[in-house]
């Protein structure tokens, strides 16, 4: 079959690969209709450079059909569609039953000191071969596939694999309530998703933080007040403004470490990923050399009491975090992977019957054949062509 492989930094292409087929009982193998190109997938492409090898096969969004399944796989059959959950969990173990399904202890990656396997997501997450595929092995089948309701374009559910539980999850876990103020910094496709979500659960106002004009727009559009980075000199005061001087009660950091408005970090990770992968990963470890700016923006955005939600991905180990800051303001601080299958039941229902209370059917702005995602790589990236999510068809 055909997938998407990593080369080398920055170099992704289309390869020839062995079919994968059911090794275990709990595994199921799925054709995929489409797979989509996550702000993660580019941490992979560059800043993650050093955990990857030569024809590791990414993605981690996708949806399609069941081909086959193993025996002890029954709540879905061949030719069932499903949505893939991006972490792989077994549904039993005490963190799953916690719906802390990011950490599930059957499929924990021990030997990295990390929590469940990931598809698509380095050696760090179990070297799972990814989404971005023709057909894609998915273990502990019988939990994490989600069947869906009805015959809704690919689209509506795909995001149910990850932004959409990801902007849920975040949100939830900043507080948001009827008549909070939420902050969204960041407003990709994980940020647009949020600024929904919270809109969704009542929020009295909700501010929405980018340089990108087309995204800045697309929020605005959807009744978020919108601060651009590149005209608003500083960020947080603007919140203030926004928040009768207070600052957000909930603010969601979905950026993560590749965040704009850093240059000395920035060159330091074009560094790192550039040097040998062993002293380079001790780099990305040890050194904390990850862009904080979005981070920074979020904490001081927050009010005094707030909440920060942190669901950008940050991969350093030392980072010099304003603690005095995040002290003296009494702030609760909330992260981690999102806990895909603990929200897509509910998620999944407010899909049901063509329903959109979340604009998942304009957020793609790109569909392609997989045979483009190289290119569709680095334009996703550099933010071109009004790009905001892309999606792959796997079949040409
Ligand atoms: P993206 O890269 O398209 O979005 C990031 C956005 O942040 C961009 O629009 C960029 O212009 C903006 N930005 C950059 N620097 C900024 C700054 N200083 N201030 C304000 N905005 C800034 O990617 P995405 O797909 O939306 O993902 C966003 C983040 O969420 C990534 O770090 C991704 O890895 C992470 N993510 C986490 C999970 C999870 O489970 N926690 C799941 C999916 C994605
Ligand atoms: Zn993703
Ligand atoms: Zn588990």
């Not at 992968?277 to 050399?289: K, S, V």
């Not at 999102?338 to 929200?343: F, G």
Request: aromatic share 6%.
């Amino acid at each position: 079959m055909r997938a998407l492989t990593w080369q080398k930094k920055g170099e992704v292409a289309i390869e020839e690969v062995a079919d994968p087929v059911v090794e275990h009982p709990t595994d199921a193998v799925v054709r995929l209709t489409s797979t989509a190109l996550c702000g993660s997938d580019l941490h992979l492409y560059t800043v993650l450079a050093p955990y990857l090898s030569k024809g590791d096969i990414l993605g981690h969004e996708g949806l399609g059909v069941v081909e086959s399944v193993g025996d002890a796989v029954s709540h879905v059959a061949p030719g069932d569609r499903v949505v893939i959950p991006f972490n792989i969990s077994c549904g039993t173990c005490r963190m799953c039953r916690a719906g802390l399904q990011s950490q599930c202890e059957t499929t924990q990656v021990t030997a990295e000191g990390k929590g469940a396997a990931l598809f698509g997501y380095t050696r760090l997450y179990g070297a799972v071969p990814g989404c971005q595929a023709e057909r894609v092995r998915v273990p502990h089948a019988d939990y994490g596939l989600v069947k869906l309701a009805d015959d809704a374009p690919d689209e509506h559910y795909l995001y149910l694999s990850d932004i959409l539980p990801t902007a849920w999850q975040a949100v939830q876990y900043a507080g948001i309530e009827p008549g909070s103020t939420a902050a969204i910094i960041g407003l990709g496709p994980v940020g647009q998703l949020a600024a929904a979500c919270a809109q969704h659960l009542g929020a009295g106002k909700v501010i929405g933080v980018d340089l990108v004009p087309e995204r800045l727009a697309r929020a605005a559009a959807r009744g978020v007040h919108t601060i651009d980075v590149n005209q608003v000199k500083d960020v947080a005061s603007a919140v203030h403004d926004l928040t009768d001087g207070r600052g957000a009660d909930g603010v969601v950091d979905a950026v993560g470490m590749e965040a704009h408005g850093n240059p000395i970090a920035h060159a330091a990770i074009s560094a790192t990923s550039s040097m040998p992968a062993p002293l380079a990963r001790a780099a990305t470890e040890r050194f904390g050399i990850d862009r904080l700016s979005a981070l920074h923006t979020a904490i001081a955005s927050t009010r005094r009491g707030g909440t920060v939600s942190i669901s950008g991905v940050y991969g350093g180990m030392a980072d010099p975090m304003p603690m005095m800051q995040m002290f003296d303001k009494q702030l609760t601080v909330r992260m981690g992977q999102a806990n895909v299958r603990r929200w897509t039941d509910e998620l999944h229902g407010l899909l049901a019957n063509g329903a959109d209370p979340f604009g998942v059917d304009d957020l793609r702005t790109h569909r392609l054949p997989l045979s483009e995602a190289p290119a569709a790589y680095e334009m996703f990236q550099k933010k071109q062509d009004g790009c905001i999510k892309v999606v792959f068809d796997p079949t040409s």
